[in-house]
């Protein structure tokens, strides 16, 4: 059962401390961390170390950076298709500010110009069950989520946010599990799950944390609420989420069902820092 993700890859840097640091001073992190991460290298990481074949469409280019997340990739056996030129530097760097006393994270990115250098295989969906879009991506993600939808193959998008080009991809989306920030344009006074269900997904989440998750087929609505537990770093958690989310799809669990799992999944990864340490710590 392959996973095909499609969307971001970047290089974070991460550090754990006390309190977020003042502007012009030096403040000891208590625990740092550094390697892949990316909504969809996440998503992708996490479906493997579930069980799912998985393929990762992405951006990495040349360079250190790039050369070190291929490492984490092959180390966590995710096949990866580059679409970026070989030639450019181009893997975004982010650093990120944790502060596990406030349950908060900062993140600074990097959104370097990046242009696809490769077309779209038509047998791109090959073995594919379910195809997960961050968002990204969008000269690859639309025309393979167009052709998703022809072939009846399962389409979750994860919605941090509305970007420009959208609205070119949800109408080829079978499952939107968004965020509270993710607004349609022409939402108006309509809740979410309405407005983003209206666009042409036939289900519909959004998460929110800790808090119960809500979700709607257009029928039928209810929420979950996600296991509580002591979290010392939330970085990732929505990517494991999705990750695990379109695993459970592809095993061929119902969608009310996959939320559920996913919940529990993501849960488990905030109690470890980073977005890997997870791993090692549900397979002890």
Same mark, same amino acid.
């Given at each position: ?11 974070? $840097?991460?550090?754990s401390?006390?309190?977020?640091? @003042?502007?012009?001073? *030096? ?6 961390? +550094?390697?892949?991460?990316?909504? @969809? ?5 996490? /479906?493997? !170390? ?9 951006m ?8 070190? &997340? ?5 180390l966590? =056996? ?5 679409? @970026?030129?070989?030639? !450019? *530097? ?23 110009? %990046?242009?696809?250098?490769?077309? &779209? ?12 879009c ?16 022809? %072939?009846?193959?399962?389409?979750? #998008?994860?919605?941090?946010?509305? *970007?420009p ?19 349609p ?7 979410? $799950?309405?407005?983003?269900? +209206?666009?042409?997904?036939?289900? /519909? ?13 257009g %029928? %039928? ?9 002591? +979290?010392? =770093?939330?970085?990732? /958690?929505? =990517?494991?989420?999705?990750g !695990?989310?379109?695993?459970? #799809?592809?095993?061929?669990?119902? /969608? ?24 090692a710590?549900?397979?002890?």
């Amino acid at each position: 059962m392959t996973v095909l993700c499609i969307g971001r890859a970047t290089f974070d $840097l991460g550090y754990s401390c006390p309190s977020y640091p @003042a502007e012009d001073s *030096k403040l000891s992190a208590t625990h740092f961390w +550094a390697g892949a991460g990316g909504s @969809a290298l996440n998503g992708a990481v996490t /479906a493997r !170390a579930l069980g799912s074949e998985v393929r990762l469409v992405t951006m990495l280019g040349r360079g250190s950076f790039a050369e070190a &997340v291929r490492g984490e990739l092959a180390l966590y =056996d995710v096949r990866v298709e580059d679409f @970026a030129d070989k030639q !450019a *530097k181009l893997l975004p760097v982010s650093s990120i500010i944790v502060v596990p006393e406030g349950g908060t994270r900062t993140i600074i990115d990097q959104q370097p110009q %990046q242009v696809v250098a490769r077309a &779209v295989p038509e047998d791109i969906l090959d073995g594919v069950k379910v195809v997960y879009c961050d968002g990204f991506m969008p000269e690859v993600a639309v025309p393979v989520a167009r052709m998703a939808r022809e %072939q009846g193959i399962p389409v979750v #998008l994860d919605g941090g946010s509305w *970007k420009p080009w959208t609205g070119e991809l949800v109408p080829h989306v079978d499952h939107a599990i968004v965020s509270e920030r993710f607004h349609p344009p022409e939402q108006g006074d309509a809740e979410i $799950l309405a407005s983003v269900l +209206a666009l042409g997904p036939s289900f /519909a989440a959004i998460t929110r944390g800790p808090q119960p998750l809500e979700w709607s087929d257009g %029928q %039928q609505r209810g929420t979950i609420a996600p296991p509580q537990v002591d +979290a010392v =770093d939330t970085l990732g /958690a929505g =990517d494991v989420f999705h990750g !695990a989310y379109c695993h459970y #799809l592809a095993r061929g669990e119902g /969608a009310v069902e996959a939320l559920e799992l996913a919940s529990a999944v993501a849960a488990e990864s905030c109690r470890y820092y980073g977005t890997r340490e997870w791993i090692a710590g549900s397979q002890a």
